[in-house]
């Protein structure tokens, strides 16, 4: 845990759920990797603004490196969104694990 991690409104709003069965957080702030969702922004015709992993890091060093491409592919190949991608580990983007689409 970071120092900055200690006031987290992330985890401090998931910790809260822990334990809680079928709660979208009952893992708590734990790492839960849910591949499902990547494809949501295909479904949606309308423009949105989509917060890429509002509650967590994509680029968290546990995230494989092919679920952080998968995710690029999907912002890529639709144009019509716009995608907001907070991170305190952009250095994934330049560093020899980076390997993402780019757009045409």
């Not at 893992?27 to 509650?55: A, H, N, Y």
């Not at 890529?76 to 560093?95: A, D, E, I, Y």
């Amino acid at each position: 845990m970071t120092a900055g991690s200690k006031n987290c409104y992330a985890m401090r709003f998931a910790e809260r759920w822990r334990g809680v069965p079928g709660h979208p957080f009952e893992q708590g702030f734990d790492l839960k990797l849910i591949p499902e969702k990547l494809t949501e922004p295909l479904r949606w015709v309308r423009s949105r603004k989509i917060f890429v992993c509002s509650m967590s890091d994509l680029f968290h060093e546990d995230v494989p490196d092919d679920f952080i491409v998968q995710a690029f592919k999907v912002m890529v190949s639709v144009n019509w969104h716009t995608f907001q991608v907070l991170t305190k580990r952009f250095g994934w983007l330049w560093g020899p694990r980076a390997n993402c689409p780019q757009a045409a």
